[in-house]
């Protein structure tokens, strides 16, 4: 058997591994690369093989890093199965279109300007009717049902607790009479989040290939984060500002609806403030998401399941208002008394969001509340970084609001829950893969699974091929080059850097227009930056 790191290698996103065995391809994960423009641009690279060679795919989940380059695969071939929980099979009916309506419009506003520079239009890379015509290849299965999907392959979906519908999947592959097992963990939660049950135990692995997004962190306000959450919410409502609640469409919305509802009955002095006054959730990804839990009881942990069974919908509460329309959504920030407004997307890169940032982030009364993971060189992360300005649709913004982060309601288990779900298989993986972290992440988590429970782990590169051989021996095998040239990444993650530093040069200028540099200082800067342009000049001949 041969597996091939195609994404989540030494990074978060892009989750993406061919297996191969002696009569089969399959993926586990399809996903798309967010974040970073370098990492984005890794989006239109074809699969290292004809996508009409694929067998199947495997899905953990629904969330797009996960999931989204499937209508791509589809659109270039595939015609495969394509196995996941009812649930991600129904998520996926609304993201997958939702992403492709995001790939047409992003692609537009290129062409446009591709237009006026005289070049050729781009296609997108895949299209709203290709998203919904690649859902035909789902084929829905139940947790812990063991599928013989041929004769070389058995597979197991259990429940990651991550979001609706998460899998870890359990992969028994028999090969020259000897079977072998390997656990792939997809996204594991953490223990006691609301809705959905706590990650399944796994009993036995060959070998495990295992995210590490907190490997090397544990979650503060665990213990305490709706207190915390409250404390927030009240002391801006005291200032009259608005509590901005940039939210991934899938799973944090629908925990914090959770958590409201469940605590709305406590109305002590902290309660009463906060449910005077309305909550919105503005995203109509995340409205049509919520109607797919309260379609998947099944997947609901016992305290949700008992408030179902008194007759409480646990994803609602008086005060709660849902926004679809633009018009419904232009017209929160024209309100005036405070409000709490949840929206997507979760890292601020896209959608209505960056609306209620542009006019929040300037006002100091009002906070901007994060609640799940914030990749790097996306607008979240350099908000939590302590970013001063940034710019939203072209607009520089000042950022003067409150920004917080609370870690308590990530749906990704931190260092201690990930070694701690290590710790319960019974029979221990000989080798563990480390994918789907930021490499300091990965490298500190390395260390942690070796030290405790002397197991050998292995990071590897995108592209990077294993080979599991007959007698466990994993031998590297020849890496599959990149169709996309990473020293032309590594340009664009440059040219990325000098934009931020020359916006950071003006700032810098713009507070000194008061003459407290000497003018030989300010001309000995000219003199340098006229270097630096015409150096840039020459490089665009």
């Not at 047409?104 to 050729?120: C, D, I, V, Y």
């Not at 590594?490 to 000497?518: M, P, W, Y």
Request: a negative charge; aromatic letters at 8%.
């Amino acid at each position: 058997m041969k597996i091939t790191f195609l994404g989540a290698a030494k990074t978060v996103t892009g989750s993406c591994c061919l297996v191969e065995t002696q009569n089969t391809k399959f993926l586990v994960d399809c996903g798309l690369f967010q974040g970073q423009a370098k990492e984005e641009a890794l989006n239109s690279e074809a699969l290292p093989l004809n996508p009409a060679e694929l067998d199947y795919i495997f899905l953990t989940h629904a969330h797009i890093d996960h999931s989204g380059k499937i209508p791509k695969i589809c659109k270039d071939g595939f015609k495969g199965e394509i196995y996941a929980t009812k649930a991600t099979v129904e998520l996926c009916e609304i993201m997958l279109p939702d992403c492709g309506h995001i790939q047409e419009s992003e692609n537009e506003w290129k062409n446009k300007k591709r237009l006026r520079a005289g070049k050729p239009p781009l296609e997108p890379i895949y299209t709203y009717q290709d998203a919904l015509d690649c859902m035909k290849f789902f084929k829905k299965v139940r947790y812990g049902e063991a599928i013989k999907i041929n004769d070389e392959i058995k597979v197991r979906f259990n429940d990651a607790g991550h979001i609706l519908g998460s899998a870890i999947i359990e992969f028994w592959i028999m090969e020259k009479g000897k079977e072998t097992k390997i656990v792939f963990s997809g996204d594991l939660g953490n223990r006691d989040m609301p809705i959905i049950r706590d990650p399944s135990i796994i009993e036995s692995a060959d070998y495990l290939v295992i995210e590490s997004t907190y490997g090397n962190r544990i979650h503060e306000n665990k213990t305490n984060k709706f207190e915390y959450f409250v404390d927030i919410i009240n002391e801006t409502i005291d200032k009259g500002g608005n509590v901005v609640i940039p939210s991934f469409a899938v799973g944090r919305t629908q925990e914090v609806i959770y958590e409201l509802n469940k605590e709305k009955e406590s109305f002590d002095g902290k309660l009463k403030k906060l449910f005077s006054i309305p909550v919105f959730v503005d995203s109509p990804l995340a409205i049509s998401a919520t109607e797919v839990f309260r379609n998947n009881l099944d997947c609901y942990d016992e305290e949700a399941r008992e408030y179902i069974n008194n007759g409480d919908n646990p994803l609602d509460f008086p005060g709660l208002q849902f926004t679809r329309t633009p018009e419904e959504s232009k017209t929160l920030n024209e309100r005036s008394g405070s409000a709490i407004i949840i929206s997507a997307s979760g890292m601020c890169e896209a959608g209505r969001i960056k609306h209620h940032l542009k006019h929040n982030l300037w006002r100091e009364e009002s906070t901007i509340l994060f609640v799940g993971y914030q990749a790097q060189g996306t607008l979240g992360r350099k908000l939590i970084d302590g970013a001063k300005k940034v710019k939203i649709f072209g607009e520089e913004i000042s950022v003067n609001a409150r920004i917080e982060m609370i870690e308590g309601f990530s749906g990704h288990a931190d260092k201690d829950g990930l070694l701690n779900w290590i710790e319960a298989f019974y029979k221990k993986p000989s080798k563990i893969f480390i994918v789907h972290g930021e490499e300091e992440s990965m490298t500190s988590f390395a260390r942690e699974i070796n030290d405790r429970f002397n197991i050998d782990t292995i990071i590897p590169e995108k592209g990077e091929s294993f080979v599991i051989t007959g007698d466990k021996v994993i031998e590297s095998a020849e890496m599959i080059k990149s169709e996309i040239s990473f020293k032309r990444l590594a340009i664009i993650d440059l040219l990325e850097t000098l934009k931020e530093e020359i916006d950071e040069l003006s700032d810098i200028i713009i507070n000194d227009l008061k003459n407290e540099k000497s003018d030989v200082e300010v001309d000995e800067l000219r003199v340098k930056l006229k270097c630096i342009e015409k150096s840039i000049v020459d490089v665009l001949k």
